[in-house]
């Protein structure tokens, strides 16, 4: 077991989860050298932090491996003074309230959208939305306001509904 220092259990873990941990960074990051620089950190951080693990049932491993690695990310966006927030006075857009339909539209290239945000956005979207965290939580790892929070994640929403009214428009069968 990778808990023991066991080589072929830690090789067995990482073969596993490495592709999961690597969406989860890329989520966050866009550049693919700094994917790779956080996950090999996240990975020295499973390793060396195994023994804290506990089995919960059922995908305990994998949810705990996401956070450690979630954590590494947001560490080093912080790090590298990766977060800027604009306000919403500043950029002039149209928020509309209606969400898109997402049905046709390839989960790679809605990816792709959310990756294209600029980092605030994106970390407020990510953190919201896939990692469940409420605007209270957000600001608290972030040493934001909660409406800091609440503003990047509707406009965020906003540029990611733009973007894929634009790809609807560009690819009909998207529709």
């Not at 305990?60 to 966006?77: D, G, Y």
């Not at 002039?92 to 809605?110: F, G, K, T």
């Not at 980092?119 to 957000?138: A, Q």
Request: charged share 30%; aromatic share 10%; net charge neutral.
């Amino acid at each position: 077991m990778a808990r023991q220092d066991n080589p072929v259990a830690m090789k067995t873990l990482y073969n596993r989860y490495v592709r999961y941990l690597t969406a989860i960074c890329s989520r966050y990051i866009d550049n693919e050298d700094d994917v790779r620089d956080v996950l090999q950190d996240a990975f020295l951080k499973i390793f060396s932090s195994i023994d804290k693990f506990t089995y919960l049932g059922e995908g305990s491993l994998k949810s705990w491996l996401a956070k450690v690695t979630v954590n590494e990310t947001l560490r080093f966006i912080k790090r590298n003074g990766r977060l800027d927030f604009v306000s919403l006075e500043k950029e002039n857009i149209d928020i509309e309230d209606d969400e898109p339909e997402l049905d046709n539209i390839p989960i790679s290239e809605i990816h792709n959208m959310i990756r294209e945000l600029k980092p605030g956005y994106r970390t407020i979207f990510n953190l919201y939305v896939f990692e469940e965290k409420s605007h209270k939580e957000i600001a608290s790892i972030l040493n934001i306001k909660e409406s800091t929070s609440a503003s990047q994640l509707h406009r965020a929403k906003a540029i990611l509904a733009d973007k894929i009214r634009k790809y609807q428009t560009l690819t009909p069968y998207a529709r």
